[in-house]
């Protein structure tokens, strides 16, 4: 493995979930930590949480004047980023195309495509001129096999298995490595999101089964990025041993 100690890692989606645990395993390993997300007060705990190290941004990445701007005015000790993470990445409702809600539809494109882009079209330049890099996106099985009233969300997810591969594609001959890390059910404020707070909704997803964690997937983030650097692992499929599918799982009642 290589150390990437004292690299410079921006995550996006970090105040929760598989940002958050993202922000503990690369911390620990030593790196300067550039933390994204639209909730200030929690981001700020975390960064006074993580040390001197890491640098609070709150940042929507829906937004790319806000992105371009915020990305240009980094800091000096943080501005060259070596590792990209983009994790912001949300849900929105469980409904039929043709009953499908507008605004839930936006704000999934708009997050998990749109957002994605932004952070990746401003910062991957910076990487090849530095002739040192890696980015690594947050897919999920969704991409790979669609659900049942989960179309605009596959579809947002597929989109990132196809982005990934495609800039793989064009940093062909740069030393800029791409992984698409792809989970399947794992225990976060996802399911709050889709259903709008609804926690008893919300637990039902997990329910009879053992999820994956949030750390589960951030080691294994951390597995790619410290890989020899002529190892790429271009794409990693992951999910819980109660889980064989999007739509395949062991549920003990």
């Not at 932004?118 to 999920?140: A, D, E």
């Not at 990132?160 to 800039?167: A, F, H, K, P, T």
């Not at 794409?235 to 395949?248: H, T, W």
Request: with cysteine.
């Amino acid at each position: 493995m290589i150390s990437i100690q004292n690299q410079t890692v921006l995550i996006t989606g970090a105040s929760s979930g598989i940002g958050e645990a993202c922000a503990r395993v690369f911390a620990q390993a030593g790196a300067k930590l550039i933390l994204v997300a639209r909730r200030q007060e929690r981001l700020e705990e975390l960064a006074k949480e993580l040390g001197n190290s890491s640098y609070p941004l709150v940042l929507d990445v829906r937004s790319r004047t806000s992105v371009e701007s915020a990305l240009s005015n980094l800091p000096e000790p943080v501005s060259a980023i070596d590792i990209l993470i983009n994790n912001a990445g949300l849900s929105r409702g469980l409904n039929k195309l043709q009953d499908g809600d507008f605004q839930d539809w936006e704000e999934m494109i708009d997050t998990n495509i749109k957002g994605l882009l932004y952070l990746t079209r401003s910062v991957v330049p910076g990487m090849i001129s530095r002739g040192r890099g890696h980015v690594v996106f947050l897919g999920s099985t969704a991409g790979h096999q669609t659900y049942p009233n989960g179309n605009v969300y596959c579809a947002t997810k597929a989109a990132v298995r196809v982005i990934s591969e495609g800039l793989k594609q064009d940093l062909l001959g740069t030393p800029v490595r791409v992984s698409s890390v792809d989970p399947g059910l794992v225990e976060t404020e996802f399911s709050q999101v889709r259903f709008r707070g609804d926690s008893d909704r919300a637990k039902t997803v997990y329910q009879g089964l053992t999820p994956l964690t949030p750390m589960d997937v951030a080691e294994v983030i951390l597995f790619c990025a410290t890989r020899p650097l002529h190892v790429n692992i271009s794409e990693v499929l992951l999910m819980p041993n109660d889980q064989a599918g999007s739509m395949l799982f062991n549920r003990q009642t």
